[in-house]
């Protein structure tokens, strides 16, 4: 394919905007670069030229002079730290929780019909509004931040592993149930199997959203945290210390992806979707 794009470029080009089309890994790769060098390159292009005033878009520079302090004098090891560990907290008791929910709607229409009018009302719900509810109940400690990573996870999660197992071909449970399996081995033995590599891409996606609320989450009665620190940061009006927080959240946010991603097809070989 490679060849045919170098000797005919105007079919080739084409053949890179239709639809489903499969590229080369190489132009597949450098295009995740092409947005974000030309998006760095327009950033310093303004702040060099003295467009916008440092105050509120410092220069790329500014920003990772900020982040070499921050890993200089061991700011950014100890915040990004704790996050994670709220992070991974707050993600795997809203994974505990919504994994059997979610199986239970997905596979039993009365459950689905009891807990899914719930579950859908309450995930539209702003999670930021419910910060005094949680330190009346959970304090001000970690609790109280890995309540607000729970809250704004489990129930968008627990509804995507519902549409998860739904999906399932129900050939497949016929099947099982013609072979006399019991309810329990149709689940174990069919359905989890069929629905592990969408539950798996669920996890990815449902740790992103956990990321994002990481700022809601320490916005009250934190001394560390990434989040902790953008909102230290927003009095002062350090516009540099902001932007550099919150682009390495979406950096830690971006390696989740993509450990889920390499791992999911480690894991799932055999699925085609995971690929």
């Known amino acids: 394919m490679e060849s045919?794009?170098?000797?005919?470029?105007r079919q080739g080009i084409g053949r890179?905007?239709?639809l489903r089309q499969e590229?080369?890994?190489?132009?597949?790769?450098?295009?995740?670069?092409?947005?974000?060098?030309?998006?760095?390159?327009?950033?310093?292009?303004?702040t060099s030229l003295g467009l916008v005033k440092p105050l509120f878009l410092p220069s790329p520079g500014a920003v990772l002079e900020e982040g070499w302090r921050q890993l200089s004098e061991g700011i950014l090891v100890s915040d990004a730290s704790v996050s994670i560990y709220r992070i991974?907290?707050?993600?795997?008791?809203?994974?505990?929780?919504?994994?059997p929910v979610g199986i239970l709607m997905g596979n039993f229409r009365i459950i689905e019909g009891a807990l899914e009018p719930l579950i859908s009302t309450v995930r539209y719900m702003p999670v930021v509004a419910l910060i005094p509810l949680s330190i009346l109940w959970a304090g001000i400690g970690d609790m109280q931040k890995v309540l607000i990573l729970f809250l704004?996870?489990?129930f968008q999660q627990s509804l995507m592993i519902m549409d998860n197992v739904k999906n399932i071909d129900r050939n497949l449970i016929r099947a099982g149930q013609t072979l006399g399996f019991s309810n329990f081995e149709i689940l174990y033995r069919i359905i989890l199997p069929a629905a592990l590599?969408?539950?798996?891409?669920?996890?990815?996606i449902t740790i992103g959203w956990t990321w994002t609320y990481l700022v809601v989450a320490e916005l009250v009665a934190a001394?560390?945290?990434?989040?902790?620190?953008?909102?230290d940061a927003q009095r002062y009006l350090a516009t540099d210390t902001i932007l550099f927080g919150t682009l390495f959240?979406?950096?830690?946010?971006?390696?989740?992806?993509?450990?889920?991603?390499?791992?999911?097809?480690?894991?799932?070989?055999?699925?085609?979707?995971?690929?």
């Not at 995740?32 to 327009?42: E, I």
């Not at 450990?259 to 055999?270: E, N």
């Open 4 to 9: 045919d794009m170098s000797q005919n470029p």
């Open 16 to 18: 890179l905007f239709r």
């Open 23 to 46: 590229i080369p890994a190489s132009i597949f790769s450098a295009a995740g670069f092409v947005v974000p060098v030309a998006l760095l390159f327009l950033w310093w292009l303004i």
């Open 88 to 99: 991974l907290i707050g993600w795997l008791a809203a994974t505990i929780v919504a994994v």
């Open 152 to 154: 704004g996870t489990f």
């Open 197 to 204: 590599p969408g539950i798996w891409d669920t996890f990815r």
């Open 223 to 231: 001394s560390e945290g990434l989040g902790r620190r953008i909102m």
């Open 249 to 275: 959240i979406g950096l830690m946010g971006l390696l989740t992806d993509y450990l889920f991603k390499k791992s999911g097809r480690a894991l799932f070989r055999w699925n085609n979707q995971s690929r």
